[in-house]
């Protein structure tokens, strides 16, 4: 027991070192989701950090859960950043926003319009609760004040955050949306909000080492893409999320070196079919972002991200596929007995109930029940 727990205890902070112990431009995922509630994948969030940097761009649900896993204090974090004001990109800003206040941290908060408006009212709607919980410190509102800046973006401009250099530009989407671009050390990673095709985008990601994208588009497991796919059917009427042809024709236009797929509505990528249709236009690697994932990629990556999840919550069964992707050899999308490992090898009888010889996603979540 004892040498089980130090072990994990050891693996964690390699973790823990892996993700911030070094001084390289890095981006973590603290949510691949969407607007539809889903305990796998927070709304959308990137966590930048260079150095003692750490700049957090959009607050979707669930993103502060996964800065707890990831040990980051609001305290430590000196930029708020927003893509837009669409609510699933900035739903958990206010507990965050709050917390920094009280924290007496000296932060940023940046983003397109309203983003002004947006800390205006939470300072007015808030203030008598703000007021009352710092006067147990003997402070008010107007004492902290000064410790926080925002700055709202309208066009293109650069400006730095600690030792980063940040570029923004506006691209399309149904309001007002920048993508940024963090540099360091000869290092960038473009961040591209929501989108439709924006020239824009390609410009500021230019030859970028990974382009984190909307990832419109992509193919469900077990489903086939009938509509938006390839796009090569779209109409021509406004629309605000790309799809397969328009983010692959902007990874390719900006000759990006990684391409990083986020902000998905479902659980499961179809990842060799999806990598299909970009592979039309770019050639790239492809990366399907995951909760705690860490770019620059590097092996282990995928490991250490569920040790951690399993640290955290060992409520949690590891997802089918997780399963697939440390089990399913001959990549046909189900484990058979040979396959199978570990626990699901000793249960394999029992879990497979229609005695096909595959475990499948259903047989796999009907312990859960
Ligand atoms: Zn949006």
Redesign the pocket.
């Known amino acids: 027991m004892m040498i089980k727990y130090s072990a994990a205890l050891v693996f964690f902070f390699s973790f823990q070192l892996f993700l911030f112990g070094q001084d390289q431009l890095t981006a973590t995922i603290t949510g691949s989701g969407s607007p539809k509630f889903n305990t796998e994948r927070a709304g959308p969030s990137v966590l930048i950090s260079y150095k003692d940097t750490k700049i957090l761009v959009d607050m979707g649900n669930g993103v502060q859960a996964n800065l707890d896993r990831l040990n980051v204090k609001t305290k430590d974090i000196d930029a708020l950043l927003f893509t ?1 004001h ?1 609510l ?2 900035n739903e958990e800003f206010t507990p965050i926003f709050i917390h920094a206040i009280m924290g007496g941290n000296t932060f940023q908060v940046v983003g397109p319009k309203p983003t002004s408006n947006l800390v205006e009212s939470l300072l007015q709607n808030y203030e008598e609760d703000i007021n009352y919980r710092l006067s147990k410190k003997n402070r008010t509102l107007k004492d902290v004040a000064s410790n926080f800046s925002v700055q709202e973006l309208n066009g293109d401009e650069t400006f730095n955050i600690g030792g980063i250099e940040i570029s923004c530009t506006p691209v399309n ?3 007002a ?1 920048m993508a940024y671009r963090f540099s360091a050390d000869g290092q960038s990673i473009v961040i591209s909000g ?1 989108l439709s095709y924006s020239e824009s985008l390609s410009k500021l990601a230019k030859q970028a080492d990974y382009l984190i994208i909307d990832s419109g588009g992509s193919i469900e497991l077990g489903k086939t893409n009938t509509r938006t796919g390839s796009g090569k059917n779209r109409n021509n009427k406004t629309h ?1 999320h790309v799809n397969l042809d328009e983010s692959s024709r902007m990874a390719n236009e900006a000759e990006v070196k990684n391409l990083v797929l986020t902000h998905f509505n479902f659980n499961h990528v179809d990842e060799v079919a999806t990598s299909a249709a970009l592979q039309e236009n770019y050639s790239g690697p492809v990366f399907y972002a995951e909760d705690l994932m860490t770019f620059p990629h590097r092996e282990g990556n995928k490991q250490a991200v569920e040790q951690t999840k399993n640290e955290k919550n060992t409520k949690e069964t590891p997802s089918f596929n997780n399963m697939l992707s440390k089990m399913d050899e001959n990549k046909d999308g189900k484990i058979s007995k040979n396959e199978a490992k570990g626990k699901l090898k000793e249960n394999f009888e029992n879990r497979d109930t229609n005695k096909d010889g595959f475990i499948s996603e259903n047989e796999l979540n009907r312990r859960k029940r």
Do not use: K, L, W
């Open positions: 837009h669409h699933d990109h989407h149904t309001i949306t929501d605000a």
